[in-house]
């Protein structure tokens, strides 16, 4: 009896299975029938043709003369750089306001629910537009451009910030340098469940060592004024750095509350156990509370991140141009509206997939480092 009921639920399940895919099948079919009928061009051969239009900002070389296929991927790099900006300085700046929030100072933590409160009940894109509305009443123009810190200037025309050249063995050499060290920092974490506050530094300093030792090349071009504009430097426009403040500041508000969650998981008699032993707050927080609360947090922060990566989508609100926005421009000047959507779905999907794999990955890797405590 049980084998046959078995046997019934497998049938239905292929028949149902079947029927969508005749369903998928007929839907494209038509489409592609109907599209050949009107003379519309399907297919993804274009992607090789001169795509003829203007990205404004592009992390990667990028001229008007280059293919379509190009174009994706400098979109997609100004995306990527977006999101890993955004999704770096919100964790650090969430992790000090989910704490601060808990404060015995009335002011501090005060200051950091305000900040809470306004981030998550205000819309991302009022936002944008409201610090994008800023640049030109806040700050001066450009021959009175303020000065916070050696080589930086601010102005109406944005951030004006030292540009480091290198060769491309150096490059090369950074990047190997840089992968080594992050799965160096992976590993540690992964079996302590946190990392000492030196390791960043330590990274750091082996980083510029294996440089030197390397005699590489590389040189530091600083920006000076001259005439009416400033010379040389790297220029981060305010379409830039209204992005990658606006969803700092908005995101933060999220993972503080997160974090102030994590921190409240951990039983009081943690605390108790580590002021018996004459710790002080921090070393609590650092050796105690947040390697118990990371199995609390990583799942929802992963969702905080892959919101960061779809919220990238509103830089079109204030000019810059990310995937999205060079996507759009592609499919009205190419009439692949289609095959655009489908490259639209899958650059985001994967993204996003990779962001919970990776998520995932290490959150196992706190679980099996807590099992073996």
């Not at 174009?71 to 995306?79: F, K, P, S, V």
């Not at 071009?221 to 426009?237: E, I, M, R, V, Y």
């Not at 779809?310 to 592609?330: C, E, H, Q, R």
């Not at 993204?351 to 959150?363: G, I, K, P, Q």
Request: charged share 10%; aromatic share 10%; proline share 6%.
């Amino acid at each position: 009896m049980l084998s046959d009921a078995k046997t019934r639920s497998i049938i239905i399940q292929c028949a149902l299975a079947a029927a969508v895919a005749a369903f998928a099948a007929l839907l494209v079919s038509t489409t592609f029938a109907n599209l050949r009928a009107r003379g519309i061009p399907i297919g993804f051969d274009f992607l090789m043709m001169p795509s003829r239009i203007v990205i404004s900002e592009a992390i990667l070389t990028y001229k008007s003369r280059d293919p379509y296929y190009w174009a994706i991927a400098t979109g997609l790099a100004n995306t990527v750089f977006v999101s890993a900006v955004v999704i770096v300085f919100s964790s650090a700046l969430g992790l000090v306001v989910g704490i601060t929030r808990l404060s015995s100072n009335p002011l501090a933590a005060g200051t950091c629910r305000v900040w809470v409160e306004v981030a998550r009940n205000s819309p991302p894109i009022v936002l944008l537009i409201f610090l994008y509305s800023l640049w030109w009443k806040v700050l001066p123009p450009v021959g009175e451009a303020l000065n916070p810190l050696p080589g930086v200037y601010a102005s109406m025309r944005g951030f004006v910030v030292p540009a480091v050249s290198m060769d491309v063995a150096t490059a090369g050499l950074l990047v190997i340098a840089l992968a080594l060290a992050l799965a160096a920092a992976g590993w540690a974490a992964a079996r302590r469940g946190w990392l000492p506050p030196l390791t960043a530094p330590a990274i750091l300093a082996v980083g510029i060592a294996g440089l030197w030792l390397a005699d590489a090349k590389f040189s530091v071009d600083w920006p000076t004024f001259t005439g009416s504009n400033f010379k040389g430097g790297k220029d981060l426009t305010p379409e830039l750095t209204t992005i990658l403040i606006g969803l700092t500041i908005y995101t933060t508000g999220f993972v503080a509350e997160i974090v102030r969650g994590g921190v409240l998981s951990v039983g009081r008699g943690q605390w108790d156990a580590g002021h018996s032993l004459g710790l002080p707050r921090g070393k609590i927080l650092r050796l105690i509370i947040i390697p118990q609360m990371l199995r609390v947090i990583v799942p929802p922060l992963n969702s905080q991140y892959i919101n960061v990566v779809k919220n990238s989508t509103l830089a079109i609100a204030v000019g810059y141009p990310d995937f999205l926005a060079v996507m759009n421009t592609i499919i009205s000047k190419s009439s692949h509206s289609i095959e655009g959507v489908f490259i639209i779905l899958g650059v985001y999907l994967a993204l996003n997939l990779s962001l919970s794999s990776a998520a995932n990955w290490y959150n196992r890797r706190i679980a099996s480092w807590s099992a073996e405590l």
